[in-house]
C-alpha cells in the first residue's frame, strides 16, 4: 500500500465514527481534522472533498458489519443457523466489531433520504445486497431441503430486515435496549418458523 493509500485509510477509519454517529450534515471539517490530526489540506489533498469522504467512510462501516456477519455464519453450519446470525449480531451489536454508532445502513437512510442521492443509494444498495443474501440462504436451505418450498423468499427476507432495522432505531430513540431484544425474538421466531 502506498503512502497516499495509506493516507486515505486513515482519514476513513478516523472520520467513519463521525459519519456514523453525527450524520453528514452533522460532520464538519474541523471534526475531521480533530479526529484525524490532519490539516485541511491534507485531507482535501487526498479526497476530492467531504462527499468523497462520508462516502468512503459509508464503505468502511458498511465493509465492517459485513465482515463480523461472514465470521459468525462461518461458525455455523445450518442455514437456519446463519439466519440468526444476524439476530445475534444486532441483538448484541454493541458489544461486538461492530462501527461506532451503530448500523451505517440505518443512520445513512435516515439522514440522507432526501438530502444526499450518493448516500442514499449507497444505504439503499446495501440493503438490497443485504435482501439477496437472506433470499440466497433461504434458497440454499430448501436445496439443502433443511426448509421446503418457500412461497416469497425476498418477503421474508424484506420482513427481516425491516424488524432488525426497526428494532435498531426503536431501540436507539428510547435508549431501552430491552425493546430490541424483544423485537429480535420476533425476528427469531420469523426465521424459526421457515419450514
Request: aromatic share 8%; hydrophobic share 40%; net charge positive.
Amino acid at each position: 500500500m502506498s503512502k497516499a493509500e495509506q493516507t486515505r485509510q486513515f482519514i476513513v477509519e478516523k472520520t467513519a465514527p463521525l459519519f456514523n454517529t453525527k450524520g453528514y450534515a452533522g460532520t464538519s471539517l474541523s471534526d475531521m481534522t480533530e479526529a484525524t490530526g490532519l490539516t485541511k489540506g491534507s485531507i482535501y489533498g487526498n479526497f476530492a472533498n467531504k462527499d468523497e469522504v462520508a462516502l468512503a467512510a459509508f464503505d468502511h462501516n458498511l465493509k465492517k458489519v459485513e465482515t463480523l456477519i461472514r465470521q459468525e455464519m462461518s461458525k455455523v453450519k445450518s442455514t437456519r443457523d446463519k439466519l440468526l446470525v444476524y439476530t445475534n449480531v444486532y441483538s448484541e451489536y454493541f458489544k461486538s466489531y461492530f462501527p461506532v454508532g451503530g448500523c451505517p445502513i440505518l443512520n445513512t437512510a435516515i439522514e440522507a433520504d432526501d438530502t444526499h442521492p450518493p448516500l442514499k443509494k449507497k444505504a439503499a444498495d446495501a440493503i438490497n445486497g443485504w435482501k439477496t443474501k437472506i433470499v440466497s440462504l433461504i434458497e440454499e436451505g430448501i436445496q439443502q431441503k433443511e426448509f421446503k418450498a418457500v412461497n416469497d423468499p425476498e418477503q421474508i427476507a424484506l420482513t427481516i430486515i425491516a424488524m432488525i432495522e426497526g428494532a435498531t432505531m426503536i431501540a436507539h430513540l428510547t435508549g431501552k435496549q430491552a425493546y430490541r431484544k424483544s423485537i429480535m425474538l420476533s425476528v427469531e421466531s420469523t426465521i424459526k418458523a421457515i419450514k
